[in-house]
């Protein structure tokens, strides 16, 4: 049982480039969720979803795209990277009326 | 706009003190979660408080929840250095049918000896 994980750990962009965050999860969570946290910020959510086939916006979401074609994985797409977007950005799951988040080991990325 | 306020937002105590955070927020709701997270490191879940009047308890860490007054407290009994973190409260706004929480912008806390 892996619980939530988030690959790559550390990654950096160039402006313009584009790049896909992983997360995936073996708890059957039905739930899942990007955010991103920066200094002073506290977490932001990004996107979330509660099932297969289904995501929405959160707080923070122009520059980014979520889908969700399984229940194990929710990757986020960066479409074309800022300097903005340097940050930290931690994944969490949850089985269905939120009963306890658990969240991912964070990816950090540096946009040059 | 959902807001959630936590203060102070910096603490430095000394070991063996006794002191209080405390989390507000501006919506309804019957949910809250208090995290932990070490420099570098992930989110360590804490407290699940799921109800009006919950109280948990674990170690030398107590969390409440006042629904009506849209509080809640995460209180630490005679300090440790191992409590040195930051600790974050978050809100679900939508009683666990949406799956997102808002955070709080976190509370640095710094134990001396």
């Known amino acids: 049982n892996a619980g939530v994980t988030q690959t790559p750990k550390f990654q950096v962009l160039k402006t313009g480039q584009s790049m896909t965050l992983q997360c995936a999860q073996d708890?059957?969570?039905?739930?899942m969720s990007w955010y991103r946290q920066d200094p002073g910020m506290g977490l932001r959510l990004i996107h979330y979803s509660v099932g297969a086939g289904i995501t929405d916006q959160g707080e923070v979401p122009n520059g980014y795209n979520v889908s969700r074609s399984t229940t194990e994985d929710f990757p986020l797409r960066l479409l074309s990277a800022a300097p903005s977007q340097t940050s930290v950005y931690f994944c969490a799951s949850s089985y269905s009326w939120g009963r306890g988040y658990t969240f991912g080991s964070g990816t950090r990325l540096t946009v040059v | 706009e959902l807001k959630v306020e936590q203060n102070p937002l910096f603490l430095s105590m000394q070991e063996g003190k006794n002191y209080t955070i405390y989390c507000n927020y501006s919506?309804?709701?019957?949910?809250l979660y208090w995290y932990r997270q070490d420099p570098g490191k992930s989110l360590e879940s804490l407290f699940v408080l799921l109800s009006n009047g919950a109280v948990k308890q674990e170690g030398r860490l107590m969390a409440s929840l006042d629904t009506k007054a849209r509080l809640s407290t995460l209180h630490i009994t005679a300090a440790v250095h191992d409590l040195s973190a930051t600790y974050f409260c978050a809100v679900d706004p939508y009683g666990g049918s949406q799956g997102n929480l808002i955070f709080g912008k976190g509370t640095k806390l710094s134990v001396k000896p």
């Open positions: 919506t309804t709701s019957d949910r």
């Open positions: 708890m059957n969570h039905e739930y």
